[in-house]
């Protein structure tokens, strides 16, 4: 919460305090993406380091496939192994709130819907989506007044 001035070159950003320069940095040529040195991360996310992608995927696969498969959207959808640990452990955390059972048929509605987010999920449970019993697909009826068969446009 405190204001830095910024020293930026094409190669180098340096960050400086109350003039003193508390980091320097390789400037990325990544666009718009994250490139945090891991040793400048707020101490709540050392927290995350503890979770392995192992532990996660261990834990998700004791959920089930679509779970699994969930976390494994996620991961991929993130550029630094932290934000996707953090993601991950926050769907898996939805386990102790609504089950097993609700988690994985709600990660199986996701992976229909190709909609990989946890609100949305957690959306899919708090609304008792996963629950409701998907309806019969329409048939179109065969024999009716109004249908006409391939004998009448000859």
């Known amino acids: 919460g405190e204001r830095v001035e910024l020293m930026v ?16 940095h390789i400037r990325s040529k990544k666009r718009y993406q994250h490139t945090t040195e891991a040793s400048h991360m707020p101490v709540a996310h050392a927290v995350y ?5 192992e532990r996660i995927h261990r834990w998700a696969a004791s959920i089930g496939k679509n779970t699994a498969l969930v976390v494994e959207h ?10 996707a ?6 769907l898996l955390s939805l386990q102790k709130r609504y089950s097993s059972e609700r988690l994985e048929r ?8 190709q909609h990989y987010a946890i609100r949305f999920i ?8 996963d629950s409701q019993s998907t309806p019969e697909p329409a048939t179109t009826p065969t024999h009716h007044i109004n249908v006409r068969g391939a004998h009448y446009y000859q």
Do not use: M
């Open 85 to 90: 640990q953090r993601s991950c452990l926050g």
């Open 74 to 83: 996620i991961e991929r959808s993130k550029a630094h192994v932290e934000q």
């Open 49 to 53: 380091k503890d979770w392995t992608p």
């Open 9 to 24: 070159t094409q190669r180098l950003v340096q960050i400086h305090y109350r003039g003193n320069v508390v980091a320097t």
């Open 122 to 129: 957690r959306n899919i449970l708090a609304n008792g989506r």
């Open 106 to 113: 709600a990660c199986g509605i996701a992976l229909e819907q």
